[in-house]
């Protein structure tokens, strides 16, 4: 499988989740205020929840329903009641802005 496009930095909103749906896999993008976007997977590892009906602070993403963290760059969390990290995936802005996601190719943990 091959990295898929998903859009551009410009139809980002800062620090708002977007979920995305590649080949069947469910990831929430992110783009903070410096432009850095993070993609990262989009069930939090608490309960069956989206994570990008969330809250973005900073560099980690809330859980709307119990409230746990987890880390846009690392999947861990940074709060209970979750325990295990969500994965990771690698993020491709070419010069356009133009956003690509392999749903396939995680960035390892931290």
Same mark, same amino acid.
């Given at each position: 499988?091959?990295?898929?496009?998903?859009?551009?930095?410009?139809?980002?909103?800062?620090?708002?989740?977007?979920?995305?749906?590649?080949? #069947?896999? *469910?990831?929430?993008?992110?783009?903070?205020?410096?432009?850095? %976007? &993070? $993609?990262?997977?989009?069930?939090?590892?608490?309960?069956?929840?989206?994570?990008?009906?969330?809250?973005?602070?900073?560099?980690?993403?809330?859980?709307?329903?119990?409230?746990?963290?987890?880390?846009?760059?690392? #999947?861990? *969390?940074?709060?209970?009641?979750?325990?295990?990290?969500?994965? %990771? &995936? $690698?993020?491709?802005?070419?010069?356009?802005?133009?956003?690509?996601?392999?749903?396939?190719?995680?960035?390892?943990?931290?």
């Amino acid at each position: 499988m091959t990295a898929e496009r998903i859009g551009t930095t410009a139809e980002l909103e800062v620090n708002k989740a977007h979920r995305v749906v590649l080949s #069947g896999v *469910p990831i929430v993008v992110v783009k903070d205020a410096a432009g850095v %976007v &993070y $993609a990262i997977g989009d069930t939090c590892t608490h309960g069956d929840i989206s994570l990008a009906e969330g809250f973005v602070e900073d560099d980690a993403i809330e859980c709307w329903a119990h409230g746990s963290m987890f880390s846009l760059t690392t #999947g861990k *969390p940074l709060t209970l009641p979750a325990y295990e990290p969500v994965p %990771v &995936y $690698a993020v491709t802005v070419d010069a356009d802005g133009v956003i690509t996601i392999d749903p396939n190719e995680k960035v390892a943990v931290s």
